[in-house]
């Protein structure tokens, strides 16, 4: 009985060494598997890291686009206004001249006249002088 007892007492120290030694494989494996999520975890940090920077790089060139953008809105609106000053410049000479040349036109009309007039006196001038001239030779 005792024999038996041992025996029995054996088998259980095995089955214990037995379950002992699975409860260490899968401590090994979840030590492992932890390890493993360690590396994946510190990765992801990194990786977050990295996305802070760019996201903190984008907001610095958005905001530099942004203040670029401004500036060349005020560059466009100040050529916008300038132009309209320049037109209406432009516009106010074209009329001066305008003016100029109507003055300009309406005396070369009536030189024109005075012109046709004086040649018509000079040609019945010519006319008497040439009919004196024939009298007198005559």
Do not use: C, P, W, Y
Request: no cysteine.
């Amino acid at each position: 009985m005792m024999d038996e007892i041992l025996q029995q007492i054996l088998h259980e120290l095995r089955d214990l060494k037995s379950d002992v030694s699975g409860l260490k494989s899968d401590v090994s494996s979840l030590k492992s598997d932890v390890s493993g999520l360690k590396s994946d975890v510190s990765s992801l940090k990194s990786d977050v890291s990295g996305l802070k920077s760019d996201v903190s790089s984008l907001k610095s060139d958005v905001s530099s686009l942004k203040a670029g953008q401004e500036r060349i809105e005020t560059k466009v609106d100040n050529l916008a206004l300038e132009l309209r000053s320049n037109f209406k410049f432009t516009n106010d000479k074209l009329e001066e001249h305008k003016s100029i040349f109507t003055v300009v036109s309406d005396e070369i009309k009536g030189i024109k006249g005075d012109i046709e007039f004086l040649s018509g006196k000079s040609g019945k001038h010519d006319t008497e002088i040439n009919h004196i001239m024939n009298m007198l030779r005559g």
